[in-house]
């Protein structure tokens, strides 16, 4: 079982940062792909960027490709997505997420384990 908290969502204004984090506990965390998705009110949950298990490989929407970065902290056990030049349209709840398999996948049925999400809210 793996338990995921995240933290760092707000409110910021539109051409703004925020550093989103994910702690994880009960397996180890190096083991896990991991990934944020995010869902706006009346829409479907979406990927938004994935990181494999060592680090090596990450994989973004491409909605925020070039703007979100996706990292891991294996000392930590905490994934991070830091959020830069955000846009109203990135307004939803986000998600940490994980997988007990090396490869990221961007289908919410292929994830083990989430988070309770965090609100991130960015004005015009």
């Known amino acids: 079982q793996v338990q995921l908290v995240e933290s760092g969502g707000g409110l910021v204004r539109a051409g703004g940062s925020l550093r989103l984090s994910c702690a994880a506990s009960?397996?180890?965390?190096?083991?896990?792909?991991m990934a944020w998705f995010r869902q706006a009110p009346g829409k479907e949950r979406e990927f938004v960027a994935g990181?494999?298990?060592?680090?090596?490989?990450?994989y973004y929407a491409d909605s925020v490709k070039g703007r979100f970065t996706i990292s891991r902290d294996s000392a930590k056990n905490t994934v991070f997505l830091q959020m830069n030049l955000l846009k109203p349209e990135d307004t939803a709840l986000y998600y940490c997420?994980?997988?007990?398999?090396?490869?990221?996948?961007?289908?919410?049925?292929?994830?083990?384990?989430w988070g309770q999400g965090i609100q991130v809210t960015v004005s015009s």
């Open positions: 997420a994980a997988r007990s398999y090396d490869a990221v996948t961007k289908t919410t049925a292929s994830y083990d384990y």
């Open positions: 009960g397996r180890t965390f190096s083991s896990l792909a």
């Open positions: 990181i494999s298990s060592n680090g090596g490989s990450t």
